[in-house]
C-alpha cells in the first residue's frame, strides 16, 4: 500500500527546485555554445560596440573593464588631424626634466606609440595595437596639451561583442553605445 501512494504524492519542494535548477542551467549552456556555434559559422551579429570620441573622457576604465585580457580598446591616431609635432602631448609626459625618449618620460605605460623622424622639427606618430592596452592615458595627454589627434576606439576584429559590454555599463560619460553594423566608426573631428 505503500508503494502506492508513494506513485501520487506530490513533489517536494526541494526536488522541484533541484528539477528547474538543473533545466535552467542546462538551458544557458545550450543558449550559450548555441550563440557561439553560430558566430562560428561566419554568421556575425547585426550590432556591434562603439566608442563616441566626442563623449569619451579617458577615465581608464576602457583598460581594465574589459572581459579579454588585454582590452579590445585600441587608441586610434587621426592623422589629417596630427600636426607631426616635435613635442607632442601624448607622446611625452608634461613636466619631464630631460625631453628625451627614455621610458620615464613617455607617457604611453607600455611603449605602444612609435615616433618616427620625417624632417625637422616633424615626427609621425603611429599605433603599435599589440602593445596597446587601451588606457587612454595618449589620448588624455593630446587632447590637454596638444591638437586631440589621438582617440580611443573598440577595434571590431578583437571585440567579443558581449551581449551588454562590461565597459559600457561602468563609462561614466556613456560614450560606449551598441550601433548597427553597417555604421562606420565614429572618427574624432
Known amino acids: 500500500m505503500k508503494e502506492n501512494e508513494n506513485k501520487h504524492s506530490p513533489v517536494s519542494r526541494r526536488k522541484f527546485l533541484q528539477v528547474l535548477g538543473t533545466a535552467v542551467a542546462g538551458g544557458t549552456i545550450l543558449s550559450v555554445f548555441g550563440g557561439l556555434v553560430y558566430k562560428a559559422r561566419g554568421q556575425e551579429a547585426s550590432h556591434y560596440w562603439q566608442i563616441d ?21 585600441k587608441c586610434i591616431h587621426a ?37 618616427k623622424f ?23 595627454g593630446c587632447g590637454s596639451f596638444g591638437n586631440g589627434s589621438l582617440y580611443l576606439q573598440i577595434k571590431r ?12 555599463t561602468v563609462c561614466p560619460s ?16
Open 118 to 140: 620625417v624632417e625637422d622639427p616633424y615626427f609621425e606618430y603611429t599605433i603599435n595595437e599589440d602593445l596597446c592596452n587601451g588606457c587612454g592615458k595618449c589620448v588624455k
Open 157 to 168: 576584429d578583437l571585440c567579443t561583442d558581449c551581449n551588454e559590454c562590461t565597459i559600457a
Open 174 to 189: 556613456d560614450a560606449i553605445t551598441r550601433v548597427p553594423l553597417g555604421t562606420a566608426y565614429k572618427l574624432k573631428e
Open 53 to 73: 570620441p566626442q563623449k569619451c573622457t579617458q577615465c581608464g576604465r576602457c583598460e581594465t573593464e574589459c572581459v579579454l585580457p588585454i582590452s579590445a580598446v
Open 79 to 115: 592623422n589629417k588631424v596630427c600636426g607631426y609635432c616635435d613635442l607632442c602631448g601624448g607622446y611625452y609626459r608634461s613636466n619631464v626634466k630631460e625631453l628625451n625618449t627614455a621610458a620615464e618620460n613617455l607617457m604611453c605605460p607600455t611603449g605602444a606609440i612609435e615616433r
